[in-house]
């Protein structure tokens, strides 16, 4: 790809055509003050290409940020697969990453209530390989034909193109509320995944039943999970939405500046392998995409992982032009007849021909195989190769070239999965995909209990959204098939009576569903706002700061205002931002050192205060060294928890005097590791 990348920097400005230009500041006019003149190819060229630069957004998934990295198994999968990148353990592959939202154009802010694409792009050696997964493990719907359906929904009503980056609206609560399938989707939808706190930080999963194929022609199904090492962690509703105001591109730039200071996201990937023979094993059918298999039932296995190491260099040529397609698969990896997936494989090509112009595309450097490519197509909009010689098989003009790889396969030859087909042409749904409720209400079991708290809000605010009285009450009735309680609750905030309980909901818990269960370990690139002014004594920030970054989280020193600060011991404190420009929603701790005249100075600073009680109310780690408790005490902490023996377990965190810079670094990265504190005196968050 390299040989693609400009390398402007020593050259001298050109025209398209290579001819130098000797000023790009003022076209050529009819003297001094005269009229532009047509002749001036310069100017022509420069705004033709500038009136050409925007290309359709993507009909869905439009908003995103990708990366480049590797992938690299732990172990051999050729028992299962003749996929040649994961044949041997530690075969590296490139691979590029693009992670997104669904609903919102490419302008829309990151931390709105929304699925999460993850999308990556082995460059293996036998050809390119698209996982084009989401952060949750099942779909609104069973059937690719109500897609548009779907989408129209969702995205914003046609008439006022509102609400931008949101699901709160009528159309989407309707056709929810009338297609009940996608009541286990919604149930995530409503759940803290939705708006996670990195994309560093979710798993991501190829949400359908695969298959793999072994040289042989044996498969095997298989579900693909990806697992983030910093663990599964989630935004408070809050302050995802302060977020999406203080900064739109909160998780674009997460994955950006993580990846610049050299700590490089990862993930695991892990495969949950059935045998073909166990095809209806289950309560549900392995073809339908509203469905998991509980890892209960059938463990995750992990067999490698994969390492976000280098940013684009242009937006537009890598992350914008990436085109992902189920349908490109490997000798190795196959389909099965999930009605979603089918339907899959016919829309990405598609919809790349309009988004990116025409059939070349591929041909682009984000999307070049690294594979060799050879082939009769020929012409298009945008073609890049010269190709000599003849474009038809079978030829003999050519030498036969390119020539069949042989009826009979061999290593690195894709062949169709022999699988027998026999049916009637019907429009029908399998009665098989018709139980749109045990898995919703596993999902539901499965929750702590502060989950469900946001859960329940979350149905409420959105429901609470939507004007239709009808759309209202036919979603809570939904929700009773799974549980009474959750739909008694969602009903209230609605001022709904809560509606009849419904028979026979199942008990089933999977606590695999748990991010509860999922939290990582340690603290790396987690970061801490250390509010300081002058008079804030340099010494203690300095050992915090040390002790934390030693851990691999992230401190910075946010101040009244830019620059040095006078500090009140030895030694003189910069700080790293201006309090104005930053806010609590952009860390995941907050620190108050001490010092009589600093405190004072940030206690009648309404940003500091503010600071302090958005952290705590958003259940961050806040910690305060001496007189530091005072601004804790200004944000109206209740005094039961800055001064009470049961701080430390509402992740508050005091040194008096006694206690060392050092102990309270400690414990603040204990805290940090917890993410967040769910039940806080004074408060719910
Ligand atoms: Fe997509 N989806 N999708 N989708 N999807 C697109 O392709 C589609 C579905 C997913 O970063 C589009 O190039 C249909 C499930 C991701 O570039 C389009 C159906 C899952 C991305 C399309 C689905 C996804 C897309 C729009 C129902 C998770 C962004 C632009 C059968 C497993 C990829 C484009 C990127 C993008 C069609 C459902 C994931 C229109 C018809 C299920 C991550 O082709």
């Given at each position: 790809?390299?040989?693609?990348?400009?390398?402007?920097e020593?050259?001298?400005?050109?025209?398209?055509q290579?001819?130098?230009?000797?000023d790009?500041?003022?076209?050529l006019?009819?003297?001094?003050?005269?009229?532009?003149?047509?002749?001036?190819?310069?100017?022509r060229?420069?705004?033709?290409h500038f009136?050409h630069?925007?290309?359709?957004e993507?009909?869905?998934?439009?908003?995103g940020a990708?990366?480049?990295?590797?992938?690299?198994?732990?172990?051999?999968?050729?028992e299962f697969?003749c996929?040649?990148f994961?044949?041997?353990?530690?075969r590296?592959?490139?691979?590029?990453?693009r992670?997104s939202?669904?609903q919102?154009?490419?302008g829309?802010?990151?931390?709105?209530?929304d699925?999460r694409?993850?999308?990556t792009?082995?460059y293996?050696?036998?050809?390119?390989?698209?996982?084009?997964?989401n952060?949750?493990?099942?779909?609104?719907?069973?059937?690719?034909?109500?897609?548009?359906?779907?989408?129209?929904?969702?995205?914003?009503?046609?008439?006022?193109?509102?609400p931008?980056?949101?699901s709160?609206h009528?159309t989407?609560?309707?056709f929810?509320?009338?297609?009940?399938?996608?009541?286990?989707?919604?149930?995530?939808?409503m759940?803290?995944r939705?708006?996670p706190?990195?994309?560093?930080?979710?798993?991501?999963?190829?949400?359908?039943?695969?298959?793999?194929?072994?040289?042989?022609?044996?498969?095997?199904?298989?579900?693909?999970h990806?697992?983030?090492?910093l663990?599964?962690?989630?935004?408070?509703?809050?302050?995802?939405?302060?977020?999406?105001g203080?900064?739109?591109?909160?998780?674009r730039?997460?994955?950006?500046?993580?990846?610049?200071?050299?700590?490089?996201?990862?993930w695991?990937?892990?495969?949950?392998l059935?045998?073909e023979?166990d095809?209806?094993?289950?309560?549900?059918?392995?073809?339908d995409?509203?469905?998991?298999?509980?890892?209960?039932?059938?463990?995750?296995?992990p067999?490698?992982?994969?390492v976000?190491?280098?940013?684009?260099?242009?937006?537009?040529a890598?992350?914008?032009q990436?085109?992902?397609?189920?349908?490109?698969v490997?000798?190795?990896?196959?389909f099965?007849?999930d009605?979603?997936?089918?339907?899959r494989?016919?829309?990405?090509?598609?919809?790349q021909?309009?988004?990116?112009?025409?059939?070349?595309f591929s041909q682009l450097?984000?999307?070049?195989p690294?594979?060799?490519?050879?082939?009769?197509?020929?012409?298009?909009?945008?073609?890049q190769?010269?190709?000599?010689?003849?474009?038809?098989?079978?030829?003999?003009?050519g030498?036969g070239?390119p020539a069949?790889?042989?009826?009979?396969?061999?290593?690195?030859?894709?062949?169709?999965?022999?699988q027998r087909?026999d049916?009637?042409k019907i429009?029908v749904r399998?009665?098989?995909?018709?139980d749109?409720?045990?898995?919703?209400?596993?999902?539901?079991?499965?929750m702590?209990?502060?989950?469900?708290?946001h859960?329940?809000?979350?149905?409420?605010f959105?429901?609470?959204?939507?004007?239709?009285?009808?759309?209202?009450?036919?979603?809570t009735?939904?929700?009773?098939?799974?549980?009474a309680?959750?739909?008694?609750?969602?009903?209230?905030?609605?001022?709904?009576?809560?509606?009849?309980?419904?028979e026979g909901?199942?008990?089933?818990?999977?606590p695999?569903?748990?991010?509860?269960?999922l939290t990582?370990?340690?603290?790396?690139t987690?970061?801490?706002?250390?509010?300081?002014?002058?008079g804030?004594d340099?010494?203690?920030?300095?050992?915090v700061?040390?002790?934390?970054?030693?851990?691999?989280a992230?401190?910075e020193?946010?101040?009244?205002?830019d620059?040095?600060?006078?500090?009140?011991?030895?030694g003189?404190?910069?700080?790293d931002r201006?309090l104005p420009?930053m806010?609590?929603?952009?860390y995941?701790?907050?620190l108050?050192?001490?010092s009589?005249?600093?405190v004072?100075?940030?206690?009648?600073d309404?940003a500091?205060?503010?600071?302090?009680?958005e952290a705590?109310?958003?259940?961050k780690?806040v910690?305060?060294?001496?007189e530091?408790?005072?601004?804790?005490t200004?944000?109206?902490?209740?005094?039961?928890?800055?001064?009470?023996?049961?701080?430390p377990?509402?992740?508050?965190?005091?040194?008096?005097?006694?206690?060392?810079?050092?102990?309270?670094?400690?414990?603040?990265?204990?805290?940090l590791?917890r993410?967040?504190?769910?039940?806080?005196?004074?408060?719910l968050?």
């Amino acid at each position: 790809m390299a040989r693609f990348r400009a390398a402007p920097e020593h050259d001298a400005l050109t025209t398209d055509q290579g001819v130098r230009v000797d000023d790009t500041d003022n076209a050529l006019h009819a003297g001094e003050r005269g009229p532009t003149l047509l002749e001036d190819f310069h100017n022509r060229e420069k705004i033709t290409h500038f009136d050409h630069e925007r290309i359709p957004e993507r009909v869905v998934h439009a908003r995103g940020a990708g990366a480049y990295g590797y992938f690299e198994p732990y172990l051999s999968l050729s028992e299962f697969t003749c996929a040649d990148f994961l044949a041997e353990e530690g075969r590296r592959t490139p691979v590029f990453v693009r992670f997104s939202t669904v609903q919102g154009p490419r302008g829309s802010a990151d931390t709105v209530r929304d699925v999460r694409g993850f999308a990556t792009k082995f460059y293996t050696r036998e050809g390119n390989y698209d996982l084009v997964g989401n952060n949750m493990p099942v779909f609104f719907i069973q059937d690719a034909i109500k897609f548009p359906d779907f989408v129209h929904a969702v995205k914003m009503e046609p008439q006022n193109e509102m609400p931008t980056g949101a699901s709160a609206h009528d159309t989407f609560w309707d056709f929810c509320s009338l297609q009940p399938e996608s009541t286990h989707m919604l149930m995530w939808l409503m759940s803290d995944r939705a708006i996670p706190r990195s994309f560093r930080m979710m798993q991501g999963f190829g949400v359908h039943t695969f298959r793999f194929v072994t040289a042989d022609g044996r498969g095997t199904f298989v579900k693909f999970h990806w697992k983030p090492r910093l663990g599964v962690h989630s935004l408070v509703w809050d302050e995802a939405q302060i977020a999406a105001g203080r900064d739109p591109d909160f998780n674009r730039r997460d994955l950006w500046e993580s990846i610049e200071a050299g700590s490089y996201p990862e993930w695991e990937l892990g495969v949950q392998l059935v045998p073909e023979e166990d095809e209806f094993a289950f309560d549900f059918d392995l073809l339908d995409a509203t469905k998991i298999i509980p890892e209960e039932q059938v463990p995750v296995r992990p067999v490698g992982r994969l390492v976000l190491n280098r940013n684009p260099q242009n937006f537009f040529a890598e992350t914008e032009q990436v085109a992902f397609h189920t349908a490109n698969v490997v000798p190795g990896i196959d389909f099965t007849n999930d009605p979603l997936l089918q339907g899959r494989n016919f829309s990405y090509l598609d919809t790349q021909l309009i988004r990116l112009g025409g059939p070349n595309f591929s041909q682009l450097p984000v999307n070049r195989p690294l594979a060799d490519v050879h082939h009769n197509h020929r012409d298009g909009f945008g073609q890049q190769v010269i190709h000599p010689g003849t474009n038809y098989f079978p030829n003999s003009l050519g030498g036969g070239c390119p020539a069949h790889a042989g009826s009979g396969g061999g290593p690195g030859v894709f062949r169709h999965y022999a699988q027998r087909v026999d049916g009637e042409k019907i429009r029908v749904r399998s009665a098989s995909f018709q139980d749109h409720y045990s898995q919703a209400a596993l999902f539901w079991n499965s929750m702590s209990d502060w989950e469900r708290r946001h859960i329940v809000e979350a149905f409420r605010f959105e429901l609470g959204k939507v004007t239709s009285a009808t759309v209202r009450e036919r979603m809570t009735g939904n929700l009773a098939h799974v549980n009474a309680e959750l739909a008694a609750a969602v009903a209230e905030g609605l001022g709904l009576p809560a509606p009849a309980p419904v028979e026979g909901v199942p008990s089933a818990a999977s606590p695999a569903l748990s991010q509860g269960n999922l939290t990582g370990e340690g603290i790396d690139t987690r970061k801490v706002a250390v509010l300081a002014a002058d008079g804030t004594d340099a010494g203690p920030v300095a050992a915090v700061r040390d002790r934390l970054t030693g851990r691999g989280a992230i401190v910075e020193v946010l101040a009244p205002r830019d620059g040095t600060l006078h500090g009140a011991g030895e030694g003189l404190l910069d700080a790293d931002r201006a309090l104005p420009t930053m806010a609590s929603v952009l860390y995941d701790a907050v620190l108050v050192p001490g010092s009589a005249e600093a405190v004072a100075t940030l206690s009648a600073d309404p940003a500091a205060v503010r600071f302090v009680e958005e952290a705590y109310r958003h259940g961050k780690p806040v910690a305060a060294i001496g007189e530091g408790t005072r601004l804790l005490t200004a944000a109206r902490l209740p005094e039961e928890v800055v001064l009470g023996p049961s701080a430390p377990d509402h992740g508050v965190l005091i040194a008096d005097g006694s206690a060392s810079a050092e102990e309270l670094a400690d414990a603040l990265a204990d805290a940090l590791a917890r993410h967040r504190f769910p039940y806080r005196p004074g408060l719910l968050n």
